[in-house]
């Protein structure tokens, strides 16, 4: 009965009082109703019985729960004051507030600066602080944000990259987290019944420095930090950002339904799923998760129908219970989808639809289910209502950790513009987010990190050079200012966060890493291939995804992921045959072989370090470390074949896919940055520091096993009052 | 076969006489009715985002339970958010709160009040314009209904009373003759489920349409209301014997919440 979109249909059953007497009878109806009661009309049946309950109903709850926080708040008060005078006691602020903007280059802050299109980026440079903010090793997202928020190296929080490897068989396995369904089943026929809880694992070790603000009793924003997911306890709130899965538990599955006959597959990322057409009617489906409940798993599916409007370019959609119409070229509103499983048990998704062409051929592009935030089968908030609490207030929202579909765009399912609605829709919402903590935090800590950054520089770094093979198809006259306007927008926000923030409050704009052109692939495996260190099954002279065709009795180093170098340890790796006594020899010789590598198509330095992790990763986890991490130079990067542990002939490439800008470099090519409305003293100030800088300014101890160090404040002239 | 006819018959036979099986047929169709008319005539997405937003606030009121400012605050946005959705109610509340108060009515004279049992005393109330009026009033009882005790002058109230009795079950008429007119009232006498006019009006039609099934009296009359205190009909449930309107408000409630639920649709 739900209805989106097309709005302004008048039901029939509207019209007989459509007119002025049926108005005028209608009034004087409810006049008699009103002048003369009685008890049959005392009641006026369970419409406004409705109303009435509902709305008093939600009177009365809140009322006692104001009540009950009125009544209570005194002894609360007491008893934080007690806890917290010792934090904001010696606080030099009531409120910090930081935003991440993944991936902002500080290198292209300080030209748009310097352009005066950020002026609000440049008041803070002008009033407090700006610089660059050394990253960590490797300068990858979920290794860099759990360094900002825990104060550690990653031999102590233990993420090292998007993926870890199994040692046991060489495959790969999500970092962050680890999701196990119900140990015992009832099975009955056909079905297998859970029993139990799904149980979440959090992989990354270490403490936010939140969790130490919460201890003292300073309360706590903390919105979309990647690796947050599961979300801890603590005394504050949270939203889970980057590696929370898609409701398929994929790190997210597009879905492109179609008429077009193809048997191609996508690379990464995404299905293919046909569309039939009858009579006039289209007919698909959305792929779910597995069902849960069936021994043989089977994928759950929602179908949906389109019926093409004629004459016009828009279609009318039926998703499950919902209904909607859409033009060529637009995106739906999020839209609920229940995989029903049997037995009761539903799973609850949300998501968008994009109308790419209903003639000749009907195409839609569907994106990865995310969990429903507003009935969250997984938790992706602490506490879990915090989540549904801003599903309430802002309508459904993406909940995907990487929520802008980048493969989408890279496997041209869509095109830059649909893409970038995509994350700029994305991004609106965390705004509405921000601006939300922001009026609830008044006191404490409030974070929010922007993915956006991260991603539009990633999809069109392309344009900002003049002969990247990712955009030699369009001349360089022609390449739209996309990073530029994505600067700029993020400056419009930081403009209006300053208009919220007062004398007492510390902003703080971070970057965990910057950016660099990625124009030239190399696979790094295909060189240890080469070099003698890695040996294929006999007859092979390539392998396919994750070391198929690897020979791991005489294989001595590979690698996977982005930067990683692992040996073949032997009692380490299942087949290794590195003697442990041999491995600091042979770390030596591939760094020396390795570092200052030259592509010969270019004669560029295509890695310009390598790095031995013993040197400095410290800490109960060094043992998942990779054995070396590799340095590219600017504009080069792993190759797509090697992070999923190909081997192929060549070991330089061009990339021409969209994905055209990247950072998973050497990180001395890409800090990030750090702005301040309140000016520091630090000479090369680093991620690691962030905690402890946080820690101090309001007044905590700093915890002995921490590995950054505090800033000093100079003044505490803000820069917003200048 | 005949065992099952039986039964279906004695089944149809309970729903037609029992007010119970009455009350709570009405309660689940007027349920689903209203509901299905509520989805129609209200704007659903609207009163969508408005129950969310009450929804978010009470949330709120619970997440920043320690900040004072952000309880108070949350708790004026619940006070506006409640007059909003109100608003948006109330215009499918236009659409339902007619055809159901109509119905009511009719079923309220079924229910509402019961036949008079034979042989038991009961009062016949005449008001007239004006005290002068009492004296020429006179009662033609048909042979079914006898007077038990001389009528009773109220000029105070311009009333008359009598004091009647109902020998026999069945409908009946008394007719009251005063200044030349005369006007009838229809008695009913007996214990089965039946359509009861408590009361009959001259003019005064809006009252008339919610208290009488009986036509007006002549404009003319001095007779101004004829009326018969039937006794409250009362619904036993578990032992405890309340008004049809109370059972027939908590079973459409219930029932509207189902089919709400059923149908998708938002109240």
């Known amino acids: 009965m739900k209805e989106k979109g097309g709005a302004g249909n008048k039901h029939w059953l509207c019209s007989p009082f459509a007119g002025k007497r049926a108005r005028a009878s209608l009034f004087f109806l409810l006049l008699a109703v009103v002048l003369f009661p009685t008890l049959s009309h005392a009641y006026a049946g369970p419409g406004a019985g409705f109303a009435v309950l509902s709305s008093f109903w939600a009177i009365f709850v809140a009322f006692l729960y104001s009540f009950y926080a009125l009544m209570t708040w005194p002894f609360r008060q007491l008893f934080r004051f007690l806890r917290r005078r010792n934090a904001y006691g010696k606080a030099t602020f009531e409120r910090a507030v930081i935003l991440g903007f993944d991936g902002m280059d500080p290198d292209l802050a300080d030209r748009f600066m310097n352009e005066g299109r950020l002026p609000n980026l440049a008041k803070l440079r002008e009033k407090g602080t700006f610089s660059k903010l050394r990253t960590t090793f490797p300068a990858i997202s979920p290794v860099a944000w759990s360094t900002f928020m825990t104060g550690v190296n990653p031999g102590k929080h233990n993420i090292y990259d998007f993926l870890a490897r199994d040692t046991s068989n060489y495959l790969p396995f999500l970092s962050s987290a680890e999701i196990k369904g119900p140990k015992r089943h009832l099975k009955i026929g056909k079905y297998s019944i859970p029993f139990g809880k799904t149980e979440i694992k959090g992989m990354r070790k270490g403490t936010p420095f939140w969790h130490w603000l919460g201890n003292a009793g300073i309360f706590s924003s903390v919105i979309r930090v990647p690796v947050t997911f599961p979300p801890e306890k603590f005394q504050g709130v949270l939203l889970s950002g980057m590696c929370v899965p898609d409701l398929k538990g994929s790190q997210g599955t597009f879905c492109l339904c179609t008429t077009r006959a193809s048997s191609d597959k996508f690379r990464e990322g995404g299905v293919r799923v046909p569309i039939e057409r009858k009579n006039g009617v289209c007919r698909s489906y959305v792929p779910g998760p597995e069902n849960p409940l069936l021994e043989k798993a089977g994928e759950l599916r929602v179908d949906f129908e389109i019926r093409p409007e004629l004459g016009s370019r828009s279609a009318r959609f039926v998703f499950g219970s919902e209904k909607f119409t859409m033009k060529v070229g637009e995106y739906s509103e999020w839209i609920p989808a229940e995989f029903k499983a049997g037995m009761g048990f539903t799973a609850h998704g949300i998501c968008r639809f994009y109308l790419k062409e209903l003639s000749p051929e009907v195409e839609v592009y569907v994106t990865p289910v995310n969990i429903d935030p507003g009935h969250p089968d997984l938790p992706i908030s602490h506490p879990v209502t915090y989540s549904i609490y801003l599903a309430k207030l802002f309508g459904p929202y993406a909940t995907l950790g990487l929520a802008e579909d980048t493969w989408a765009l890279n496997e041209h399912v869509l095109d830059d513009d649909a893409f970038l609605a995509q994350a700029y829709g994305n991004h609106e919402d965390r705004e509405r987010m921000l601006f939300d903590a922001l009026d609830k935090t008044k006191q404490g800590l409030c974070a929010c990190v922007f993915d956006t950054t991260d991603r539009v520089q990633h999809m069109f770094w392309r344009y900002l050079e003049e002969d990247h093979p990712a955009a030699r198809d369009v001349p360089h006259s022609q390449h739209p200012p996309v990073i530029q306007e994505l600067y700029e927008r993020m400056d419009r926000l930081i403009g209006r966060v300053m208009g919220k923030i007062d004398e007492d409050t510390l902003l703080m704009v971070i970057s965990d890493h910057g950016f660099k052109s990625f124009a030239r692939c190399m696979n790094v495996n295909a060189w240890l291939h080469q070099n003698g260190y890695l040996t294929l099954k006999d007859g092979k002279t390539e392998s396919g995804d994750w070391f198929e065709d690897v020979d791991w009795s005489r294989t001595r180093a590979y690698t996977m992921g982005l930067n990683g170098l692992y040996l073949n340890i032997k009692g380490r790796e299942k087949q290794g045959i590195v003697d442990p006594v041999e491995a600091d020899a042979l770390k030596d010789e591939l760094q020396k072989k390795l570092d200052g590598l030259v592509d010969p198509a270019s004669g560029a330095v295509g890695i310009t370090g390598v790095f031995i992790t013993d040197a400095f990763y410290r800490g109960p986890y060094t043992e998942n470390a990779p054995d070396l991490l590799v340095g590219y130079g600017a504009g080069y990067r792993a190759s797509w074949d090697s992070v999923m542990g190909k081997v192929t002939g060549q070991v330089f490439e061009d990339n021409t896919k969209a994905w055209s800008g990247d950072h998973c470099i050497d990180p001395r090519l890409v800090p990030g940055v750090l702005f301040s409305s309140h000016k520091f003293i630090e000479d090369k100030p680093a991620i690691v520091d962030v905690a402890p800088t946080i820690l101090k300014l309001f007044g905590l101890a700093l915890p002995a096993h921490f590995d950054g160090k505090a800033w000093n404040l100079a003044t505490k002239a803000s820069a917003h009052q200048g | ?267």
């Open chain 2, 1 to 267: 076969m005949a065992g099952y006819a039986v039964a279906i018959a004695a089944f149809k036979l309970f729903l037609l006489t029992s007010p119970l099986a009455i009350v709570v047929v009405v309660s689940l169709v007027v349920g689903l009715l209203m509901v299905v008319l509520f989805g129609y005539t209200s704007d659903q997405k609207a009163i969508g985002i408005a129950k969310d937003q009450l929804k978010a606030h009470l949330l709120a009121v619970r997440l920043y339970r320690d900040q004072i400012p952000v309880v108070m605050g949350s708790y004026g946005k619940i006070l506006r958010g409640t007059g909003r959705y109100l608003k948006l109610a109330f215009k499918p509340l236009l659409y339902v709160i007619i055809p159901i108060t109509l119905l009511m009515v009719q079923i309220d004279r079924y229910l509402g009040a019961t036949p008079l049992p034979p042989n038991a005393p009961f009062l016949l109330t005449v008001h007239t314009t004006g005290s002068d009026a009492l004296n020429d009033v006179t009662l033609d009882l048909p042979p079914e209904i006898t007077m038990t005790a001389p009528p009773v002058h109220v000029p105070a109230g311009n009333e008359i009373v009598w004091r009647l009795a109902g020998s026999k079950e069945g409908k009946y008429e008394v007719k009251i003759a005063a200044a030349g007119q005369s006007a009838a009232k229809a008695v009913c006498v007996g214990s089965d489920l039946a359509r009861i006019s408590t009361v009959r009006l001259r003019g005064q039609f809006w009252e008339r349409m919610f208290s009488s099934a009986e036509p007006a009296l002549p404009e003319n009359s001095p007779i101004e209301s004829i009326s018969i205190n039937y006794p409250d009909r009362n619904i036993e449930i578990a032992g405890y014997g309340m008004n049809w309107i109370w059972l027939f408000f908590i079973l459409s409630m219930v029932a509207g919440f189902i089919f709400k639920e059923l149908l998708g649709i938002q109240i």
